[in-house]
């Protein structure tokens, strides 16, 4: 067991490894409780949402589907990235990280005070993530026969109340899935009904492998308050269309749009035996140095693999210190795995 | 409790040594070493001919979750690293004191006594300490 944001959490439960393949070729169950769920009420929420976040919610058209965006601050560095959910025209709920909870919820509601907008921490639901090939159709049964096929029919980033349970079909893990909020009194029930159906139970050490094998970014190590979206892999998702949002951080990063960004997130794959991590130096030849931000051992294609800092002009061919040592290591655009498939 | 051989010794660092006919030692992992560091991906043996100095790094096991040093028993010269644990980091896990031994080692005269080496019982209270 490890301390995560002030969790206890248990990094596997049987084999770390065994438990990242359970979710590439069948079905793994998180418990993800530890993320904040904020839902944010009131007439003036769509406004209240499109000047906190980088990604505009206008593109939010449907009830239930989600986005996935970046909350900057005045620098355009990222003080959280978070998902967004439309429910209604005066009600959004925002997954944000556990780390950045508290100083989210802070944030959030300084900038909500003159607004229209009620914000609650529902620290009253539990959230399970259930992922891979056989996810969704596993954790249907979990619901009554009508519910369940609602759940099947959803679209990706589409989420539903179902009853009692909110279902969305999203993830970080680069597989299909769902990730359902659901009163905490029914987590352990739904739990071990999952495990009954053959969904093996997943820590966060296999969170974090799947999800670096989908180049999913890791708030705290491949991004944070010091770090803007462009050299974060993230540039897509920030909306600079329309010119009239004036969203918190647009000021700052309209310069770098423009004349881009001296850095970049990169994805490296090492050519040799060896495990890169966290902080590892990245000598780019005459491009300059960089750093890893997250660097593991790929389950899927068992080479290890790594997301980066570098400079902008880095391309092809690198090398990371590793205990001294210089490997080579080989620039790709992430993700390394969709969908049990390696894309390298 | 643990799995502890009685006939090898231990350290603190959670090695163990075994003496072999030959004169020279066996050094691998303990299985409570092992299922800490979980599923091992990457090991790095010494070669055979280097002369390591008691508690001097001389060996790397890595898992998805983190890199661990394993550091000389003892003074000596290896005569040895295990060659199968480069494609089969695994073996590590799966057998920590029989095929997943790290490396062979002759001990520098007068080394082996001078070593503070552990028994099976006290290395079980050193665990024992670790869980509080």
Redesign the interface.
Do not use: L
């Given at each position: 067991m490890v301390d995560f944001g002030g969790w206890d959490m248990p990094?596997?439960y049987s084999?770390?490894?065994?438990e990242h393949h359970a979710v590439r070729r069948a079905a793994g169950v998180f418990d993800v409780s530890h993320m904040g769920v904020l839902d944010l009420r009131g007439a003036g929420v769509r406004p209240f949402l499109q000047r906190l976040l980088a990604n505009d919610v206008a593109r939010l058209k449907a009830p239930g589907k989600a986005l996935y965006s970046c909350m900057l601050n005045e620098r355009g560095g990222v003080r959280d990235d978070l998902i967004v959910y439309f429910l209604n025209d005066y009600w959004y709920r925002m997954v944000v990280n556990a780390g950045t909870r508290a100083r989210d919820l802070a944030w959030i509601r300084e900038q909500a005070r003159r607004s229209e907008v009620e914000v609650t921490e529902r620290t009253d639901l539990a959230m399970l993530a259930v992922q891979g090939p056989e996810a969704r159709a596993k954790a249907a049964q979990l619901l009554p026969p009508a519910d369940g096929a609602a759940a099947l029919a959803l679209d990706s980033f589409v989420g539903r109340e179902l009853g009692r349970w909110f279902v969305a079909r999203t993830g970080y893990t680069g597989e299909d899935g769902f990730e359902i909020m659901m009163p905490a009194a029914d987590a352990v029930a739904a739990w071990r009904g999952l495990n009954a159906l053959g969904v093996a139970s997943c820590g966060l050490?296999a969170r974090d492998?799947l999800r670096l094998e989908a180049g999913m970014n890791l708030y705290g190590n491949d991004m944070d308050e010091s770090t803007q979206p462009y050299e974060s892999n993230l540039g897509w998702t920030v909306a600079l269309a329309p010119g009239e949002r004036d969203f918190i951080g647009r000021a700052a990063l309209e310069p770098l749009a423009r004349a881009g960004s001296p850095r970049k997130l990169v994805g490296l794959l090492l050519e040799e035996?060896?495990?890169l991590?966290a902080h590892q130096r990245v000598a780019a030849g005459p491009a300059g140095e960089g750093e890893i931000t997250s660097g593991?051992?790929s389950?899927t294609l068992e080479r290890?693999i790594a997301l980066a800092r570098v400079p902008a002009a880095t391309a092809g061919q690198v090398q990371v210190e590793v205990?001294g040592k210089l490997l080579p290591a080989r620039v790709v655009k992430p993700p390394f795995v969709r969908t049990g498939r390696s894309l390298i | 409790m643990s799995n502890l051989p009685a006939d090898l010794k231990y350290t603190k660092s959670h090695e163990w040594i075994r003496a072999l006919p030959d004169g020279t030692v066996e050094i691998g992992i303990t299985d409570h070493a092992q299922h800490e560091l979980?599923?091992l991906?990457?090991v790095?043996v010494p070669d055979a001919g280097r002369v390591v100095k008691a508690d001097e790094p001389c060996a790397?096991v890595?898992?998805?979750?983190a890199?661990s040093d394993v550091y000389a028993p003892l003074a000596g010269e290896i005569t040895a690293g295990n060659p199968k644990l480069?494609a089969e980091p695994e073996v590590v896990n799966a057998d920590p004191y029989g095929e997943g031994w790290l490396m062979r080692l002759r001990p520098a005269p007068g080394a082996l006594a001078a070593a503070a080496l552990l028994s099976a019982a006290q290395y079980q209270q050193v665990l024992d300490a670790e869980v509080h």
């Open positions: 990094v596997q084999s770390q490894i065994g050490g492998t035996r060896g495990v991590r593991t051992y389950p290890s205990r | 979980g599923d991906v990457f790095e790397v890595e898992s998805v979750k890199a480069a």
